[in-house]
Each structure stands twice: as C-alpha cells, then as structure tokens.
C-alpha cells in the first residue's frame, strides 16, 4: 500500500512518519526549508511516544513522484485546499482515497468538487504538533488519534481496510459514519480554544487558570453550537467540565498552529475557522459577537502576512 502525505507539517508529518515507521511506502509532500532538510538528513519526530527518523528518500515538491496513490493524508492548510487539490490528479484512481485531516468544515467539499476520481473521506486528528525546525516535527500532547470516515456515502469495505492499516501502524483512530458532526465537534473546540491562543497569546495552563477567560471559550463554543444546529447537524451540547478535561489532556504548553502561524508571521486559518462562523452567522441571521471580536482582531495579521508572502515570491 502506498500512502502520500500532502503537506508535512505537524499532523500529515508526525501520522505519516508512524505509518512510515510500520514499514509502508509513505512518500511526504513539503516545499521549502524543511523539504531541504528531509531530503538531507530525513524526518525527525520529537514526540511524547518516543523518537525516530524517517530515512530520506521519500521527500519531494511534486506528488507525481510518487505515482499512484492508494491512500492521500490531506495535511495542507485550508486556504490552499483547492490549488493544492489539483496537484493531485496524476496520482490518483477510481480506487484512490482521500481523507482530509484540516482545520475547518468545508475542505472536504471542495475536495470532492476538485477530484471527483477519488473518494473523499473527512478526518479530524486530534494531535498537539508542528514543525519545531526543518525537518523536524515536535509531538507536546493531546491524544495522538484519528477520527475519519467517508463524507458522501456509507461505511464500506475500503474504510475498514484503512482502518487496520491504521491500527497496524500503531496509530489510535475511529472510524466514523457521522463524520459531519465529528468535524463540527473538533471546529468548535479550534474556533474557540485554538483562537483564542492565538488572539490572548496564552497556553493552555493560563487559559484554565483563568476562570475569566474559560468564560469566554465556552460562550465561543456555544455560539459555533448554534450555528451547526442551523445547518442541521446535532451533537451532544456544551459540557464545561469535559471542556476542561480535555484541554488537561495536552501539555500545559500547548498553544494551536493559529498561534505559531501568528508569531511566525504567516497567513492564519482565520477566514475558514471564525470567518466561518460570522459568514454562517449573517446568513442565518444568527448573531456571533466573539467570533466577530476574534476574526476582526486577527484578519488583519493575516492579511498584512498574505502580503509579504506574495510579495517574497514575486521577487524570487
């Protein structure tokens, strides 16, 4: 079976190196620094589960390199859902499947729409991980699992086949029917929890010792739960106290990818995480004042960030 990993930042990196580790044919998508320093000295995992490299040899900018996939771990970041999506055409086949494992709740249409040929399996990992240098992918926290399953028909022998590749390779992961809900459940934690790292600057140790600011993650919650009832998707209401619990699961360190896409000056998820939100908001009429406050208060950076990107890159 080989598996392709698009984007190997924290999550697509630290999943594709378990999968890797167990002995099957990953081959890892990156760009830049941290592609350079793959192809010299490989993948390097810093993680709470232990330590390991990934030999070099698997690491490239084209997909086509590749060839054809059985599997594709979509890693990228949402705003590059659809350019990237059409990178992989050469790649894939009727019997192809892939599971997006982004922030947000539309990727997996867009996918869908951008390539038909595949299917398209949703996924939500819920991992604490990113690339502390390049070539390198620091595990902190969280449970290290995934929870996927098919977006546009029922549960089939090829999801079941996933799976135990998954188990095999050591990784925690459900397999879900509903997977609407599930990507719902983990965007109201990102939009309130993850956000809210980036916009106060603070882990996850001072936002639970701040009852204040809890506060102030659970009315973000909530309003996010109203707006996935008006889209018709029902899961179990606002518990603060398995709120709390789970956020004890990550080391005390723990901020979200917004935050160090934020300090590391590069664009943010903003558009498709809050944005989202107020977009749904006004036209369902719903009123979303804390996730107006956060994505008024970040655009901004991501915009001035977008900027100096495009500006790099017409210069080089």
């Known amino acids: ?5 698009m984007g190997s930042g924290g999550v697509g990196g630290f999943f594709g190196a378990v999968l890797a580790r167990s002995g099957l044919e990953v ?10 320093a793959m192809k010299a000295g490989g993948l390097h995992i810093r993680s709470s589960a232990g330590n390991w490299i990934v030999p070099a040899g698997t690491m490239t900018d084209r997909p086509s ?8 771990l979509f890693c990228v970041k949402s705003y590059d859902t659809e350019e990237t999506a059409q990178q992989l055409a050469p790649i894939l086949s009727p019997q192809s499947v892939v599971i997006s494992l982004q922030n947000g709740i539309e990727n997996e249409e867009i996918l ?3 390539v038909p040929k595949a299917t398209i399996f949703g996924g939500a ?22 929870a996927f399953g098919p977006m546009f028909g ?21 397999l879900r029917q509903d997977m609407r809900a599930e990507l719902w459940r983990k965007f109201t934690f990102i939009t309130s929890v993850g956000s809210l790292t980036a916009l106060t600057r603070l882990n996850h140790r001072d936002m639970l010792a701040s009852p204040e ?6 009315a973000a919650m909530k309003e996010t ?28 360190d723990t901020r979200s990818s917004m935050y160090y896409d934020l300090m590391n000056e590069k664009p943010l998820e903003i558009e498709s995480l809050n944005g989202t939100i107020v977009r749904m908001g006004k036209e369902a009429n719903v009123p979303t004042p804390i996730h107006q406050t956060i994505y008024a208060s970040l655009l901004p950076y991501h915009r001035r960030h977008v900027s100096t990107m495009n500006h790099e890159r017409s210069r080089s």
């Open 1 to 5: 079976m080989k598996i392709l990993v």
């Open 27 to 36: 081959w890892f998508v990156a760009r830049g620094n941290h592609l350079a």
């Open 65 to 72: 390199d590749a060839g054809t996939a059985d599997i594709v």
């Open 112 to 114: 869908h729409r951008t």
């Open 125 to 146: 990992a819920y991992i604490s991980a990113r690339i502390s240098a390049p070539g390198e992918i620091l595990e902190t926290g969280g449970l290290q699992r995934i």
């Open 154 to 174: 029922p549960i089939d022998k090829r999801a079941a086949e996933i799976l135990a590749v998954f188990l095999q390779a050591g990784i925690k992961a459900d």
């Open 213 to 218: 600011t809890m506060d102030l993650v659970f």
């Open 225 to 252: 739960e109203t707006i996935a009832r008006t889209h018709g998707v029902l899961f179990e209401p606002l518990n603060p106290d398995k709120v709390i619990e789970g956020l004890r699961r990550f080391d005390g």
